[in-house]
């Protein structure tokens, strides 16, 4: 994969496959001698690019080779799978993001993507229907009245579209992307629909898509013909994808037609076993099964994971809507005014606790749906539907006008961003937050972007939020400034909010061509001063004009003789501003000399006062020829920063019983344009409050730097969302909220681990060799099929457990009946030899009983094993720490081993605990803390040690094993060896006893038998 590090706004995007992944990077210039020019200057000077991956839990760095060679136009880095991944399972799994820099640190020529796990992603693995052609393809537009789309939670670059057709055409067409839909020609396009007759038995026609969701592990289909799910997408079967209808009793076509889908998005790839996926489906129906009318309807239902409750959002007769109760309410029924008359739906922004109620307004809730808050109203307008990002924390609404707004998560703004022309379109954000416009037949993605994230050049230039009135500005101090916005007095009624400030308006910048532009700070709704129903505060206060002298009052009149001071009709709208008196718009020209005003502070208006040249100014905002002024979108004045950059916006974090966590972030102004906000600018946002206790610490200093600490503790199981929120950041900062989850639960990163009293090197290992002061090797090779001593004696294993297994030799030690029947190969299972067992090699080096099978060496020591001390630890993603109080251990010899036992000191604070745990367990519980260990058997032992539940939410075990080596003979061998050499010792006592008495001498008679053949053969001739 290639790309350019000199063009940040080309998307680079990797997948990662069963070996490795090779990836060169280039420097783009006009031509490929310029391009090894500004290589050889970088790699002269030590720059090479590095390559930075991260997720919510995971991130590491890479280097691109220094080296190069002279055909050679690029940087070159092969990274090995097993660097990023060893894991090869289908599953869930979160999608990297990829950060490139010129040098990690130095922040130059930086371009970002994404990194894919192809072999691992579900729903990638799997043939969802026939496959189809273009032509096939180009067939369907002309009946295609709508498209959904779903992506994936954990990889948003893996999406689906689909085609809602009208009754002219039969079927269900699905594309399929895994590059978040960059190019048209990249779809995968499948016809399911066959796969859906298969489970039909009635009427096939008129069958189309209504609504689908793809969750971690299933795809929900909504059809006109019913509700299909699909096989578990983790288990792929290599033939194309079986669907499974659901029934509902008493449901019809014109039912599911009107049917939606609902699902809060969350990533489960590191799923708890408190985590779990739910889809709900609502149907537009007012009456029941008997046809009874309901005196509500269901909009929809929502399952929140945090407070483990199902949220309703109901219509009732008289057009309020509210949280429905069940049998046990969590919260009270939140009831939405009667403004809120066309509601569409409810969501939950993905991984996160904020619940936006959309429709004609959009109704932010932060704590469950307990209450809302007023973020919009779109009045004659109504919100169609949403779209989100989850790591640019971007919502999209878009509105049956064309519109389309945007916030951010948890922010209290919202702004306008352009308008989409298509009559067929959906929008849909990739894994890097930059947002698409899908339509049937080609994809738009903006082109040229203007930073990470942000594409929203696909709606053209950003729009005027303005309105079509006039204001009027007053000066309050010196620095504050009020403009009010006229309301002519015959307004009708049903369009006053058009000439009125609104929400949308906050935070945003006032331009006027020649006086310049202000920050609003503040929106105020009002009855009066007459002819004024809302205002705005502004800073810093615009520029001012000078113009001819006036006398001011209701009426103003002009003094000055001169020709040129009169009133034009042009003047109409424009704005007297009077430094301490009351401003006036002139709303009519009376004649040349006099004019009708409306004061914006009748209280302060001057009456019979004459004011000279220079102590009054003339502004023109009005809007009669043409409006003099524009709202826009304010640049981001804030800078989100992390004390680790590698951190991710979205990072999730383990908790265990009794520990805490602690989170920092800096918060930076740009006072370039805007003034300095001398207070917190972080909100924190706990989404299920009663799990997580949160202390939050803020400082400021000399540069107004703000820095937040936060210190995390939680003490129940589960999971939640922390929002970190920087309020006063305008919807065009990429970070305005950080949604960290905490788990509370275990982290697959922690474990415990024994450290052995003896360090072995690794190459010591592999050598099968490392030996003490004394000579003594302190590694024991296995031999094949090995299996440890039992009770009954060396010669007769009882254990299921083979060490060192290879099916292609004999078992030894295995001539006895219950040695045979015992004995059971694992990793070894139906193969005939250890090659094709397949260890690996952290198989072989792990102390685990499941890989017992590929253990070969083991640590080996002398007898007797006495005081041997057993240290635990355990490891987190960053520390270790010693187990101790209040950790409780239990420990088992895993083959049923005697002949060992184990010391330790228990302190009174914690006997009580330790006999009541042990009448639960019913076995023997251990203080970790100064644990030894006395072995008194021989050959192998395996123990394993484990914490008892209750202080820990991880299943904390750990096994080791000691191989006593150079025992003495067991019983009752030395038994016999001694009693025979007392038996022999004896047998010879008594036969020179014997001898003695019978004067016989052996020793004698001996010698006399020697001397008489030695004189035999000093007598003998040879011929």
Not at 74 to 84: G, K, T
Not at 226 to 245: A, C, H, M, N, T
Not at 343 to 357: E, K, Q
Not at 962 to 967: F, H, S
Request: with cysteine; charged share 20%; hydrophobic share 40%.
């Amino acid at each position: 994969m290639c790309f350019s590090p000199s063009d940040c706004h080309y998307c680079l995007f990797v997948c990662l496959f069963v070996s490795l992944k090779i990836i060169q990077c280039f420097f783009q210039a006009e031509n490929e001698i310029i391009s090894r020019e500004m290589l050889s200057i970088f790699t002269s000077g030590g720059l090479a690019p590095s390559l930075g991956i991260r997720n919510s839990t995971y991130h590491g760095i890479f280097h691109f080779n220094l080296t190069l060679f002279s055909d050679r136009v690029f940087w070159l880095i092969d990274i090995p799978r097993e660097n990023i991944t060893e894991n090869k399972d289908i599953a869930a799994v979160e999608e990297w993001l990829v950060r490139i820099t010129l040098h990690k640190g130095l922040n130059i020529y930086a371009t970002e993507g994404t990194l894919l796990d192809s072999v691992r992603e579900p729903i990638l693995q799997w043939i969802l229907g026939r496959a189809m052609i273009q032509n096939e393809i180009s067939t369907l537009f002309p009946h295609v009245t709508d498209v959904k789309v779903t992506k994936c939670p954990c990889a948003n670059d893996v999406a689906l579209i689909g085609f809602i057709l009208n009754t002219t055409y039969n079927g269900v067409f699905i594309g399929l992307t895994f590059s978040g839909f960059w190019d048209y020609g990249s779809t995968v396009w499948y016809d399911l629909t066959d796969s859906i007759y298969v489970s039909l038995h009635e009427e096939h026609s008129g069958l189309s898509l209504i609504d689908m969701v793809l969750t971690n592990h299933i795809l929900v289909i909504l059809t006109s013909l019913g509700l299909f799910v699909s096989e578990d997408l983790r288990y792929p079967s290599g033939q194309i994808l079986k669907l499974i209808r659901a029934d509902f009793c008493g449901f019809e076509r014109v039912d599911y037609i009107k049917g939606k889908l609902w699902y809060n998005e969350r990533c489960f790839a590191n799923k708890e076993h408190f985590e779990v996926d739910y889809v709900t489906i609502t149907f537009d129906r007012n009456r029941t099964l008997s046809e009874s009318d309901l005196s509500s309807r269901v909009i929809t239902f929502l399952v929140d994971q945090e407070h483990n409750t199902g949220i309703y959002l109901l219509f009732d007769k008289v057009g309020f809507m509210g949280q429905h109760p069940n049998s046990k309410p969590k919260f009270p029924p939140f009831l939405f005014p009667s403004s809120f008359s066309s509601p569409v739906g409810m969501v939950f922004h993905p991984r996160s606790h904020f619940l936006y109620a959309y429709g004609n307004q959009v109704w932010l809730s932060v704590d469950g749906g307990n209450t809302f808050e007023l973020l919009a109203d779109f009045h004659n307008d109504i919100a169609k539907n949403s779209y989100h990002s989850y790591y640019t924390s971007d919502i999209t609404f878009a509105c049956q006008s064309g519109k389309v707004y945007l916030t951010k998560a948890g922010l209290r703004v919202y702004s306008e961003i352009g308008s989409i022309d298509n009559k067929i379109s959906a929008l849909y954000y990739d894994h890097l937050g930059f947002i698409h416009k899908l339509t049937p037949d080609h994809f738009e993605d903006g082109g040229v972007f203007a930073g990470f994230g942000n594409s929203r050049s696909i709606f053209g230039l950003p729009p005027d939020m303005g309105f079509e009135t006039a204001l009027a500005p007053q000066f309050l101090t010196i620095s504050d400034v009020i403009f009010f916005a006229y309301v002519p007095l015959n307004e009708p009624q049903e369009t006053i909010y058009t000439k009125k400030f609104s929400s949308i308006h906050y935070g945003k910048v006032i331009h006027s061509g020649k006086t310049g532009k202000a920050y609003i700070k503040q929106i105020m709704q009002h009855e009066i001063p007459k002819g004024f129903m809302s205002s705005v505060i502004i800073s810093p206060p615009i520029c001012l004009l000078n113009v001819t002298c006036l006398l001011v009052h209701q009426i103003i009149s002009v003094l000055s003789p001169a020709a040129d001071s009169s009133f034009k009709t042009s003047d109409i709208e424009k704005t007297v501003v009077i430094p301490g008196y009351s401003s006036f718009l002139i709303t009519e020209i009376l004649d040349n000399k006099n004019a009708l005003a409306l004061a914006t502070m009748p209280e302060n208006v001057p009456f019979n006062m004459v004011f000279s040249k220079d102590s009054w100014f003339l502004y023109n905002f009005g809007s009669v020829h043409g409006r003099k002024w524009a709202i826009f979108l304010k640049p981001c004045n804030y800078w989100v920063q992390q004390p680790d950059d590698s951190l991710s916006l979205n990072i999730v974090k383990y908790i265990d019983l009794g520990n805490s966590q602690v989170f920092k972030i800096k918060v930076i102004p740009n006072s370039k344009y805007f003034q300095i906000i001398d207070y917190p600018l972080v909100e924190v946002i706990v989404g299920n409050p009663m799990l997580l206790e949160v202390n939050v610490e803020g400082f400021f200093d000399d540069t107004h730097i703000t820095l937040n600490k936060l210190h995390l503790f939680e003490y129940f199981q589960g999971s939640t969302s922390l929002a970190l929120i920087v309020w006063a950041a305008p919807t065009e900062c990429f970070v305005t909220t950080m949604v960290p989850t905490l788990k509370s639960s275990c982290s697959y990163l922690r474990s415990m681990h024994h450290i052995s009293s003896i360090y072995i090197p690794l190459e010591d290992w592999i050598r099968g060799v490392h030996k003490d002061s004394q000579g003594f090797n302190m590694i024991k090779t296995l031999p094949a099929n090995y299996r440890p001593p039992s009770n009954m004696g060396i010669a007769i294993p009882l254990t299921d457990n083979f060490y060192n297994a290879d099916p292609s030799k004999p078992i030894p030690r295995n001539l006895f009946r219950k040695s045979k029947e015992t004995g059971k190969y694992k990793q070894c299972a139906r193969v005939s030899t250890r090659e094709e067992c397949n260890c690996t090699w952290d198989q072989k080096f792990s102390h685990a009983v499941a890989f017992s099978d590929c253990k070969e060496k083991v640590p080996r020591f002398k007898f007797p094993v006495t005081q041997y001390p057993i240290t635990l630890d355990i490891f987190s993603e960053n520390e270790h720490t010693p187990v101790k109080s209040p950790y409780l251990v239990t420990v088992t010899e895993v083959n049923l081993r005697k002949n060992w036992k184990l010391k330790h000191s228990v302190p009174e604070n914690v006997k009580k605990l330790k006999n009541h745990l042990e009448t639960i367990l019913h076995t023997s519980v251990y203080n970790p803390s100064g644990l030894n260990l006395s072995i008194k058997g021989s050959e192998l032992f395996h123990f394993r040690v484990t914490v008892v539940p209750g202080v820990t939410f991880c299943n904390l075990v750990e096994e080791f094993q000691i191989y006593v080596d150079e025992v003495p003979l067991p019983f009752p061998g030395h038994t016999l060896i001694a009693v025979a050499a007392a038996v022999v010792l004896g047998g010879l006592i008594f036969t020179a006893f014997m001898f003695q008495l019978r004067n016989i001498h052996p020793w004698r008679a001996f010698r006399r038998w020697i001397q008489r053949n030695t004189l035999n053969l000093s007598n003998t001739n040879v011929p």
